[in-house]
């Protein structure tokens, strides 16, 4: 079983910043992509970032040049660093993983950690 882990929810004035964490664990061989999801209420989820193993990025248009996703191979961790921060980013962000177990390629999300921007 793999266990996907958020940390670094918070609240915040807007123009702040956070730094989200999400450390992968339990019994696998390797993880592939690596994505930060976030939920506002009443709105579907929505993908804000990707990585790859080369690291590899993408965004949505509207965290671009304000967001940074990184991520550690060795510590099976990815993070995402926001900046500039506005009251819309508000929501709940969700670690989503595609990770090789002994049945294949899987995917896994974690619980999600609160973001509140406040104005």
């Known amino acids: 079983q793999v266990q996907l882990v958020e940390s670094g929810g918070d609240l915040v004035q807007a123009g702040g910043s956070l730094r989200l964490s999400c450390a992968a664990s339990?019994?696998?061989?390797?993880?592939?992509?690596m994505r930060w999801y976030r939920q506002a209420p009443g709105d579907q989820r929505e993908l804000v970032a990707g990585?790859?193993?080369?690291?590899?990025?993408n965004y949505a248009d509207s965290v671009k040049g304000r967001f940074t996703i990184s991520r550690d191979n060795a510590k099976n961790t990815v993070y995402l660093q926001m900046n500039s921060l506005k009251p819309e980013d508000t929501g709940v962000y969700y670690c989503?993983?595609?990770?090789?177990?002994?049945?294949?390629?899987?995917?896994?999300w974690g619980q999600g950690t609160q973001v509140t921007v406040s104005s």
């Open positions: 989503n993983a595609d990770v090789y177990v002994q049945e294949g390629l899987k995917n896994y």
């Open positions: 339990g019994s696998f061989f390797s993880i592939n992509i």
């Open positions: 990585i790859d193993r080369r690291s590899n990025t």
